[in-house]
């Protein structure tokens, strides 16, 4: 699943932004790391029980998955974000962010 998954990021960055190999390669490590600071962000803001800062920070991982052509994991962010940014005491935060580790976590790790 890794090596599915940043395949696909690398392929994503080839076609979208025509991006030689090579700075794929050079980019990829603080591309991951990025997104491992958002998700470490989001955990913060699901620890605060905010859900309008839970929004903001959906907001800003939903980016990052797109510019990195993750978008099934996009989409659980936008939910996050919409949720958080009209106020939902509701919505499983928790699950939703479970859902986003399951899937990251062989990008991650």
Known sequence: ???HKIQHIRTYLTEQFNLPVDQIESL????IAT???H???L???LEENNPRTIGEV???????FLNLGLEDCASIALRI???GKAGDTTADYRKLFEELRFMLNPVLD
């Open 1 to 3: 699943m890794q090596q």
């Open 58 to 64: 959906g907001h800003t991982i939903k980016g990052a």
């Open 35 to 37: 997104l491992g600071m």
């Open 81 to 83: 974000e919409e949720s």
């Open 28 to 31: 990829l490590p603080s591309f």
């Open 43 to 45: 955990e913060k803001a």
């Open 39 to 41: 998700m470490q962000s």
